[in-house]
């Protein structure tokens, strides 16, 4: 697509116990649970997503959900704060899995606005894990001015690497966002370069898909 920018990347994007994930080899994508899953924000912080600037929206059809941002910006140079140049955003959900599922996070897209000038960069970073777990997945996306157009960014997990959550046990999903804004050799005294997660009405979508399994009889 013309204007926008597109980059890959492989995500283990949820983290269980070895066991589970030596249970789900074969791991059927196309499964779909019948019942509804529900998602709620326990907490949020970061200087990306301000109170009351990110919610979550869950698809009707259980195989993706979206988190929205209406003031997530870094930027350098004339008029940013010494601040400004890095925003991140810490949410903490409660995913409520219908019974007798687990699931995980097949890939999430991520996309906004940049406007770079000569000499500048940004980047985009991402990690997911579950609560009680210490392993962390991450990704990070470098663009490079001059760039003036929307970008998208796409992390996808290959299906030999997914691994999923626990079956039977609720576990917050932790998403940890970044981007940065670097001035390079721009310059900052009569230029702005800024990096968003933004669109046309002011919000951002990040979009992550949901992949699912069944559990095993007395797993559930």
């Keep these: 697509m013309p204007g926008v920018l597109y980059a890959g990347g492989v995500v283990a994007a949820l983290f269980a ?8 080899a074969q791991p059927p994508f196309d499964t779909v649970p019948p019942d509804k899953i ?17 919610a ?31 925003k ?31 000499g500048a960069s940004a980047t985009q970073k991402a990690s997911y894990y579950f609560q009680g777990q210490s392993q962390t997945s991450s990704n990070s996306h470098e663009f490079a001015g001059s760039y003036d157009d929307n970008w998208q960014v796409t992390d996808t997990a290959d299906i030999a690497t997914v691994v999923w959550s626990p079956c039977g046990e609720l576990r917050n999903f932790n998403i940890n966002t ?17 990096i968003a997660m933004d669109s046309t009405d002011g919000d951002v979508s990040t979009t992550y898909h949901f992949a699912w399994k069944e559990c095993p009889p007395g797993k559930e």
């Design 17 to 24: 116990s070895t066991l589970t994930s030596q249970a789900y």
């Design 38 to 54: 529900v998602i709620t924000v326990a907490t949020v912080n970061g200087s990306g997503c301000p109170a009351g600037t990110a």
């Design 56 to 86: 979550i929206a869950v698809s009707p059809d259980n195989t993706a959900f979206t988190v929205t941002y209406s003031e997530y910006l870094a930027q350098v140079g004339k008029g940013a704060k010494p601040t400004d140049f890095r």
């Design 88 to 118: 991140n955003c810490q949410l903490s959900l409660v995913t409520h899995v219908p019974q007798g599922f687990s699931y995980a996070i097949a890939s999430v897209d991520y996309r906004g606005f940049a406007h770079l000038e000569k």
């Design 178 to 194: 970044e981007l940065r804004a670097n001035a390079g050799t721009s310059n900052t005294k009569e230029t702005t370069s800024f």
